[in-house]
């Protein structure tokens, strides 16, 4: 009796552990690893003081922020850097990168030693990325604001030095723009990376060297038919995720969609709608994750009114429910813990 019980035991094991597994990321911890997120007080002046925090799953209302390292920066750190999604975390080394393009910087932050290194870069690439253990980026021509066509490559940094290496170089005729200050990135952890700015996609296979360019919007037309895509985050089902605005012949939307990772030209679904919500979003300073763990997308963006104060949303996509707080400081470089 106690071997049929042993048996069954192990039979049921087998199908938790499966039925834990969604799309090849690992869901089998029972609790969320948590986000990372970059606060700051930016109306201090000369110096800025900023710290590397964490915040725990399920998130507190208000939101509690575990301070992770603490920082001053004279003459840098502030609301004008704006670093939009320049972010990326590794769980391998548990270290994550935040790139500051116009400024030429990337902070490299040790979670393990509680520690940072500032690296002064050159070159113009944005959107870090992590897959496997090393890290990407992509480099735009023209100073970072593609003209048509626009050429490009994808790069390897350096995790020492912040210094690059081109893997490889392509181009694709431009309808909207390709700029490095409105780039986003992820990956499906398996060896494919993903570039997203205006209605351009490009994908990047590791493996093969190659990439591939895809217009999400073939009938753009600035005037007309004014479409971009940013905060790009890749989907535990296979699918991409993206916040898409409009404003055109059919009137102005805000919406976050699921593009089909099969079929990225056919008609993204709409998951979420900012502007029926009363949401809004400035694009130039804001930050997304996507969390594996628990299917949820969150953003932080600024009030516009007051660049000290942000605003934090957490849609849960499984569940189809959103929250949202105010919070008293400068919000960037949201990560999750729970994607590698």
């Not at 116009?102 to 932050?109: A, D, F």
């Not at 020492?160 to 005729?173: C, E, Q, Y």
């Not at 490095?180 to 493996?207: D, E, H, K, P, Q």
């Not at 679904?269 to 997308?297: G, M, W």
């Amino acid at each position: 009796m106690k071997t049929t019980k042993y048996i069954f035991a192990i039979i049921i094991s087998i199908v938790l552990l499966a039925c834990d597994s969604d799309d090849g990321i690992n869901t089998n911890n029972n609790q969320s690893d948590g986000l990372l997120v970059i606060t700051s007080d930016v109306t201090q002046t000369p110096s800025v003081t900023f710290s590397l925090d964490s915040i725990s799953k399920p998130i507190s209302s208000p939101v509690v922020f575990n301070t992770i390292r603490t920082d001053v920066q004279q003459n840098f750190f502030g609301v004008s850097t704006k670093p939009l999604n320049y972010d990326a975390y590794d769980s391998n080394s548990n270290t994550y990168f935040i790139e500051f393009p116009r400024e030429q910087r990337i902070y490299k932050y040790d979670l393990n030693a509680q520690s940072r290194q500032e690296f002064v870069i050159s070159g113009f690439y944005s959107a870090p990325i992590f897959d496997n253990g090393n890290l990407y980026a992509i480099t735009v021509d023209n100073f970072g604001s593609g003209n048509n066509p626009v050429n490009y490559s994808i790069d390897t940094i350096n995790q020492a030095d912040g210094s690059l290496s081109i893997n490889t170089s392509s181009s694709f005729p431009l309808l909207s723009r390709f700029d490095w200050n409105y780039m986003s990135s992820a990956s499906n952890r398996t060896g494919t990376l993903y570039f997203l700015s205006g209605t351009n996609l490009v994908s990047y296979t590791i493996n093969s060297n190659t990439t591939a360019h895809t217009e999400l919007s073939p009938n753009f037309n600035a005037t007309t038919s004014f479409e971009e895509f940013y905060g790009l985050e890749y989907r535990r089902n296979g699918n991409l995720l993206a916040i898409r605005e409009q404003n055109g012949v059919n009137g102005v939307r805000l919406e976050l969609v699921q593009l089909d990772i099969n079929n990225l030209t056919s008609a993204p679904l709409v998951l979420y709608d900012f502007i029926s919500n009363n949401n809004s979003i400035d694009k130039e300073r804001y930050s997304t994750t996507y969390d594996a763990f628990d299917d949820t997308y969150c953003i932080t963006t600024s009030d516009t009114s007051n660049p000290n104060v942000s605003f934090f949303k957490e849609i849960d996509l499984a569940n189809s429910t959103t929250s949202s707080q105010s919070i008293p400081f400068y919000l960037i470089g949201l990560t999750s813990k729970n994607n590698n």
